[in-house]
């Protein structure tokens, strides 16, 4: 956008651990997707600060079997999960590319 302010999106895997303790006392692992955008800001010569969304789904899984009252049953029901996350922070970025003088004392 400017030379110090730099917008961008972002996208990729999501996965995440997911217990459902409500009759079904089941954990299983899901997988799905992420995307979302931000904007990081050069402050200072070195010093940036961000702020991000990222939104994610997971594309879900049969919630296995579980029990309710003594009774274990299967079933069929699959369970999405969804979930924001929104982040903000401040990057002190290195600059490798240009190397500082050496000063020798002897």
Not at 35 to 42: H, Q, T
Not at 70 to 92: C, E, F, K, M
């Amino acid at each position: 956008m400017t030379p110090d302010l730099l917008a961008y999106g972002t996208g990729g895997l999501a996965y995440a651990q997911v217990q459902r303790p409500e009759g079904l006392q089941t954990t299983n692992m899901q997988t799905g997707w992420t995307a979302g955008g931000g904007l990081e800001w050069m402050f200072r010569s070195g010093w940036s600060a961000k702020a991000e969304y990222l939104y994610s789904s997971t594309l879900g899984g049969p919630t296995g079997i579980g029990g309710n009252f003594g009774l274990v049953a299967s079933t069929d029901a699959t369970n999405n999960t969804r979930w924001s996350t929104i982040r903000a922070g401040a990057n002190y970025h290195m600059n490798f590319d240009e190397p500082q003088p050496v000063i020798a004392k002897y």
